[in-house]
């Protein structure tokens, strides 16, 4: 099979491992009712194991596609396909009541190889947000707790990427590179308000919004050498900000629970969904190809951004944009992996140990106030697959703990497990025979 055969068989490879999981929400966060939904974890198995490091590292085995400068370091032998799906269980707290979730998701499908020398390139399905929820509360409109009224609230869908990138060196240990992607979904929300007395209209909120656009990334990356067994390296990202347009739309429905005639009311907004522009720095310190330590930085720039919002004023509903909805994000992470010798015979001495731990602000704003911050802390273990035929292949296993929280809303604390797979096939060995 020829080099054009072989990378034709890994994009339908991984258009069919992901197709079934583009119709499948990530998540059972309330939180995912606000803005575009929750932003996903945009990392492949083994920055994960690290809680999202790698803005500065450069792989030969592994797709790093968080900075596309990094391609450039790929393998010149090897074809790398990496596949990953989690599961969860999320416990809800909101004063004093716990219930819990679970959730499991086929999360991203990616391949990357070399072209030429100092030349690599990448392309794979990740998830850019994602919105998956439904529940109810109840309470009463009179003291006398006479007529009770109830709102239901649900939500799915979500917006997927699909990326081309590229990675070059074109001076000795400074890199560039660049993504352009793809972003398709779609989004519904619904807020239904009903009540026991049946002489109540029933009030339901309809919001629906469909992507269809393009994303761009570019990455930089200056790797050098300290001494015989320490270098560092510098990863820088840029991430441009444009409105997607897309016309949300919002549909009213009153219904007269009595005669059972309904009123319906539709709103639009011309092109009123947008994303930030993004910048990240990373900075990485390796010694004696052993232990790699690193830390990130990604700002997001959401709040110069508008967000359409259904309001009431002097009883006249209007659907409009808010210029109060968003806020900047900001995401620090700290972390690191340890290989005692990946080249060794020796099972135990090739094992990757990693560890990792972030912090990160809102990006929506819920009443006028900013949503909850984010903690999280993960450990993980990149397994080397040894057989007969391969031994280059990893598995990549982490397990995660984040926990959402703001003053006087929702806590969230969720457990994930994460599994990765990436295969590394030697493609372009030319074989020798004497």
């Given amino acids: 099979m020829n080099l054009y055969k072989k990378v034709i068989s890994a994009v339908l490879l991984v258009s069919v491992c992901?197709?079934?999981?583009?119709?499948?929400?990530?998540?059972?966060?309330?939180?995912?009712?606000?803005?575009?939904?929750?932003l996903g974890e945009q990392t492949s198995g083994f920055n994960r194991g690290m809680n999202g490091l790698g803005l500065a590292f450069r792989e030969r085995n592994q797709v790093n596609y968080i900075n596309p400068a990094s391609y450039s370091a790929m393998d010149s032998l090897t074809f790398l396909f990496d596949v990953g799906l989690s599961g969860q269980v999320t416990n809800f707290n909101e004063n004093g009541r716990k219930v819990?979730?679970?959730?499991?998701?086929?999360?991203?499908?990616?391949?990357?190889f070399r072209v030429c020398k100092h030349v690599g390139?990448?392309?794979?399905?990740?998830?850019?947000?994602?919105?998956?929820?439904?529940?109810?509360?109840?309470?009463?409109?009179?003291?006398?707790?006479?007529?009770?009224y109830y709102n239901t609230y649900s939500g799915s869908g979500g917006i997927h990427q699909f990326y081309v990138g590229a990675g070059w060196e074109f001076v000795k240990g400074l890199s560039v590179g660049a993504n352009v992607s793809y972003l398709w979904g779609d989004i519904d929300r619904s807020v239904v308000n009903s009540?026991?007395?049946?002489?109540?209209?029933?009030?339901?909120?309809?919001?629906?919004?469909?992507?269809?656009?393009?994303?761009v990334d570019f990455g930089l990356q200056y790797s050098f050498n300290l001494n015989k067994k320490n270098a560092l390296a510098v990863g820088v990202t840029y991430g441009l900000g444009h409105k997607l347009n897309s016309d949300p739309s919002c549909m009213i429905i009153s219904t007269n629970n009595t005669t059972g005639v309904a009123d319906t009311t539709s709103f639009s907004v011309n092109n009123g969904l947008e994303i930030p522009t993004s910048i990240g720095g990373g900075l990485?310190?390796?010694?004696?190809?052993?232990?790699?330590?690193?830390?990130?930085?990604?700002?997001?720039?959401?709040g110069d951004l508008q967000f359409p919002v259904y309001r009431v004023n002097n009883d006249v509903p209007s659907y409009v944009l808010s210029d109060d909805y968003y806020s900047d994000r900001y995401k620090m992470t700290f972390g690191g992996e340890f290989c005692s010798d990946e080249m060794s015979r020796n099972f135990f001495k090739r094992l990757r140990i990693r560890a990792g731990v972030s912090y990160a602000t809102p990006y929506y704003k819920i009443?006028?106030?900013?949503?909850?911050?984010?903690?999280?802390?993960?450990?993980?273990?990149?397994?080397?697959?040894?057989?007969m035929y391969n031994n280059r292949s990893i598995l990549n296993i982490s397990g995660q703990w984040v926990h959402s929280s703001a003053k006087g809303m929702l806590t969230e604390n969720t457990f994930r497990i994460n599994i990765g797979i990436t295969f590394n096939e030697r493609w372009f060995m030319k074989w020798k025979v004497d």
């Fill in 18 to 38: 992901v197709m079934p999981a583009v119709a499948q929400s990530g998540t059972n966060s309330p939180y995912s009712q606000y803005g575009l939904g929750q």
């Fill in 100 to 112: 819990n979730a679970n959730n499991a998701d086929f999360e991203y499908a990616v391949a990357g």
């Fill in 121 to 148: 390139v990448s392309f794979g399905i990740i998830p850019f947000t994602n919105v998956g929820y439904n529940y109810s509360t109840t309470d009463y409109l009179d003291d006398d707790r006479t007529t009770a």
């Fill in 195 to 215: 009540y026991s007395d049946s002489y109540i209209n029933t009030l339901s909120k309809y919001y629906t919004a469909s992507v269809q656009n393009y994303k």
């Fill in 284 to 302: 990485s310190w390796t010694y004696d190809n052993r232990l790699k330590l690193g830390a990130d930085f990604m700002y997001q720039k959401w």
């Fill in 367 to 387: 009443n006028g106030v900013d949503g909850p911050d984010e903690i999280s802390v993960s450990a993980g273990l990149g397994i080397p697959i040894i057989n």
